[in-house]
């Protein structure tokens, strides 16, 4: 018994089937690559701005710590204050404009609390608010200074470009003054 073929039913895939299907094939590719790199971009900043939260968030809490338990407010400029601690030694946050640097010392240990600060401002305030806000009085004499105010802006970087400025502002009253 033979079986016979038709030999039109064997013939191969035609060149515009392949053209077809090599293009279909780029479509795809081409969209998973794009995707993927949208995907790595967005992780990197996602990155970027984590370590920047981490990064204030870090910073604002050792000031808050540091700030509630001084005894007092020795010397105060727009950049640098000078605190005498609870144990009674000096305390001194300075913010370096040039280096973007905000940087804590104590007993000869120097930290750096913000890296690539874009500007920072200290302020002194009264303890008593203003009338019908929930802002303090500010005040210019370190001895009236009951409550400490701090302003400042950070960026980072990602595949080279900066994210960002993150404001960040906090008010901290002196608990022992």
């Known amino acids: 018994m033979r079986i016979s073929r038709d ?17 279909v094939g ?3 590719v081409v969209a998973v690559c794009a995707f993927s790199l949208f995907t790595g971009r967005s992780f990197a900043a996602y ?3 984590m370590d920047l939260d981490l990064s204030n968030r870090r910073a604002l809490d050792q000031m ?18 000078t605190l005498i601690d609870s144990d009674g030694q000096p305390l001194i946050y300075a913010y370096d404009p040039v280096n973007l640097l905000l940087t804590r010392t104590k ?7 913000l890296k690539k600060c874009n500007w920072l401002q200290f302020s002194m305030n009264m303890r008593n608010m203003s009338n019908g806000t929930f802002m ?5 004499n370190v001895f009236e200074c009951k409550a400490l105010s701090v302003d400042w802006a950070c960026t980072r970087s990602f595949l080279g470009v900066e994210t960002e400025d993150m ?3 906090a008010t901290v009253v002196i608990r022992n003054n």
């Open 167 to 169: 404001p960040q502002t």
């Open 47 to 49: 990155n970027a701005y």
């Open 26 to 28: 780029s479509l795809v």
């Open 107 to 113: 007993q000869l240990k120097t930290t750096v609390l």
């Open 64 to 81: 808050t710590k540091d700030f509630r338990s001084v005894l007092a407010l020795t010397n105060f400029t727009g950049n640098t204050l």
């Open 136 to 140: 303090f009085f500010p005040t210019t």
């Open 7 to 23: 030999p039109r039913s064997e013939r191969g895939a035609t060149l515009a089937e392949y053209v077809m299907a090599v293009a």
